[in-house]
């Protein structure tokens, strides 16, 4: 069974920058998608961003040109480097492993806090 483990959450004002890590027990190269979602107090988990085994990447419109995905193979880790935090990036993000072919793979970290507050 494959572990995630977010961490990189804080307290950051308007504007500023956070990097998020996820780091994962298996490879992930392997996996299909690295993604990362958040959900914010009484709204549904939606996706920030998502990195695929070839490194194409996705990204909300909400986060375009803010946030960037990116894949160090060699940690087995994932980062989100979000840049121009505004009040409403204010979430939990939390991270998924995906993997459809066998082994299969569908694990989620625990999340980690991001408040962006003056």
């Known amino acids: 069974q494959v572990q995630v483990v977010e961490s990189g959450g804080d307290l950051v004002q308007p504007g500023g920058s956070l990097r998020l890590s996820c780091t994962s027990s298996a490879s992930v190269f392997s996996m299909d998608f690295m993604t990362w979602y958040r959900q914010a107090p009484g709204k549904q988990r939606e996706l920030v961003a998502t990195?695929?085994?070839?490194?194409?990447?996705n990204y909300a419109d909400s986060v375009k040109g803010r946030f960037t995905i990116s894949r160090d193979d060699a940690k087995n880790t994932v980062y989100l480097q979000m840049n121009s935090l505004k009040p409403e990036d204010t979430a939990v993000y939390y991270c998924?492993?995906?993997?459809?072919?066998?082994?299969?793979?569908?694990?989620w970290g625990q999340g980690t806090q991001v408040t962006v507050s003056s």
């Open positions: 998924r492993a995906y993997r459809a072919v066998p082994p299969r793979y569908d694990a």
């Open positions: 990195i695929t085994s070839d490194g194409i990447t």
